[in-house]
């Protein structure tokens, strides 16, 4: 099963991060999930951390649309995502951000059914100026706690990663994402939770063991909890508890096959 959004625009499911917030200079993010889209109508929200930091559908509406909030916002746009009504879509948005420059760069992976995640084209659509505007609220579903665009169709698995302190998820403090951070973050973050399993890293010591947080919402589950396994420097603490409004779908997110993770084992270093 899964949850379908977009009976109502109000459709989406919120919480608060109080210790990890998004778009902090010098901090990276990472946000995944599965989107089955019934329609696709521009604007409508896959998810935002407050009202302003966004991926919603693109006016190419098989294409989606990221804003980082600033003074002036920045927004980059997807080249290659392809979305289609009636497809699930794994996709995973990997965010670095620094005030000065200023800099935003996304690097965004994408696989329909249970076909391994790739590498989508990000272009930068608008400059942004002045320095970011944090938020601690996430939504999926929508844009902002009391948004009015849902996502048309079903959710399922939703992971949300934040770095709360410099160095935390990526190496890169310049906003720039180098090729072995994304290498690493697609080996160790992006697959293992495709595949639906735990990402790597967090037992690894590969990245920061004080400054990473994780919550996972399984919405292939009747009023899911969202589970953090990290907060912090702290593995396993409070988890997460928000009313999904949105009405329990009988379809479910496909189950990708474990064995194409052989070919990518982290190098654990």
Do not use: C
Request: no cysteine; proline share 5%; charged share 10%.
């Amino acid at each position: 099963m899964s949850y379908t959004f977009g009976g109502t625009t109000g459709d989406d499911l919120t919480w608060t991060e109080s210790v990890s917030p998004w778009g902090a200079t010098q901090r990276s993010g990472l946000i995944a999930g599965w989107w089955l889209p019934t329609t696709l109508t521009a604007g409508r929200g896959l998810w935002s951390v407050g009202t302003s930091h966004r991926a919603v559908i693109a006016s190419t509406t098989s294409e989606v649309d990221l804003f980082f909030d600033r003074t002036t916002d920045t927004q980059h746009t997807t080249s290659g995502l392809n979305l289609v009504v009636g497809e699930w879509h794994f996709i995973a948005f990997l965010m670095n951000n620094f005030n000065t420059g200023p800099v935003t760069n996304w690097k965004v992976w994408r696989s329909i059914g249970t076909n391994i995640p790739t590498p989508v084209t990000v272009n930068q659509t608008a400059a942004g100026s002045g320095n970011a505007t944090s938020s601690t609220i996430p939504t999926v579903g929508n844009v902002g706690a009391s948004g009015t665009v849902a996502f048309q169709g079903d959710i399922g698995r939703f992971d949300y990663f934040v770095g709360t302190a410099a160095n935390a998820f990526l190496d890169n403090t310049n906003g720039s994402i180098g090729v072995d951070s994304e290498r690493r973050a697609f080996e160790q973050v992006v697959l293992p939770i495709w595949a639906g399993q735990f990402p790597t890293f967090l037992g690894s010591g590969t990245q920061s063991n004080n400054g990473i947080t994780h919550v996972i919402w399984d919405l292939d589950l009747v009023n899911p909890m969202g589970i953090s396994l990290r907060n912090g420097g702290t593995i396993i603490t409070n988890n997460r508890q928000a009313t999904v409004n949105a009405v329990v779908s009988a379809n479910r997110r496909p189950i990708p096959q474990h064995d194409p993770l052989n070919s990518f084992n982290p190098r654990r270093r």
